[in-house]
């Protein structure tokens, strides 16, 4: 069974450019969240995105979306690029039962990351 | 203050020694706890998740929790150098008006051969 994946596998933007990164699940999984992992904060949650809607929202400013397709891909769109977004931005893909990441027994299988660096 | 906190590390044990990892949380709302284990440059993978009040073992694994003094740990039984990672708490609000998943920084642990 093929793992998520995640493209591009690096980014180099500048200041005030916006980028969008892909994701693919697991294949069976409907959920997929997005997180960014840096030194200094660790990993933090974005949001979840299940059957195309977005089920679950972190503490992020509004520059930070999504969507989800039909076949549960998604994608994360940064807009209004600033330094302090340089992150690794990881996104997970789960079965998506209620409560989505938050379940009690939700395992998150995670992608290899996309190392954005904007200048 | 953070509303899942971990010692940084890095922790070191020597080879076969047992690790304990520790992590508090802030929110007593918190109902469900997960580590995920972190290779340098690579993502983290699930360990363990625990619900309930107590001990929970997988393996070499040894989750606990104490919610009444807001409390998880990850015991690591016969440590081998392949157990050199950062893991990562996570604290997940079920229930209000959004579900969180809340990681905490990473403890990083070292197993000396």
């Known amino acids: 069974k093929a793992g998520v994946t995640q493209t591009p596998r690096y980014l180099i933007k500048t200041r005030g450019q916006q980028v969008t990164l892909s994701c693919s699940p697991i294949?069976?999984?409907?959920?997929v969240s997005w997180y960014q992992q840096t030194p200094g904060q660790g990993l933090q949650f974005l949001f979840e995105y299940f059957s195309e809607t977005q089920r679950n929202k972190g503490n992020f400013p509004g520059r930070f979306s999504g969507r989800q397709f039909s076949n549960s891909r998604s994608e994360m769109n940064v807009s209004t690029l600033e330094l302090g977004d340089s992150a690794l931005y990881l996104c997970?893909?789960?079965?998506?039962?209620?409560?989505?990441?938050?379940?009690?027994?939700?395992?998150?299988?995670f992608g290899s990351g996309t190392q954005l660096s904007v200048l | 203050q953070k509303e899942v906190e971990q010692n940084s590390g890095p922790l070191s044990v020597p080879e076969g020694a047992i690790a304990s990892l520790n992590c508090t949380y802030s929110?007593?709302?918190?109902?469900?706890f997960f580590w995920y284990r972190q290779y340098s440059g690579k993502s983290p993978e699930l360990i363990m998740f625990i619900y309930s009040n107590g001990d929970k073992e997988d393996g070499r694994f040894t989750a606990q929790l104490n919610k009444a003094s807001q409390y998880v740990s990850l015991l690591i039984r016969d440590s081998q150098p392949s157990d050199s990672a950062t893991y990562l708490c996570?604290?997940?609000?079920?229930?209000?008006?959004?579900?969180?998943?809340?990681f905490g920084t990473g403890t990083l642990l070292a197993v000396q051969p």
């Open positions: 294949s069976g999984h409907r959920s």
């Open positions: 996570a604290g997940a609000l079920y229930g209000g008006a959004t579900n969180k998943l809340i």
């Open positions: 997970a893909s789960s079965l998506g039962g209620q409560g989505g990441v938050a379940a009690t027994n939700e395992k998150l299988f």
């Open positions: 929110d007593r709302g918190s109902q469900s």
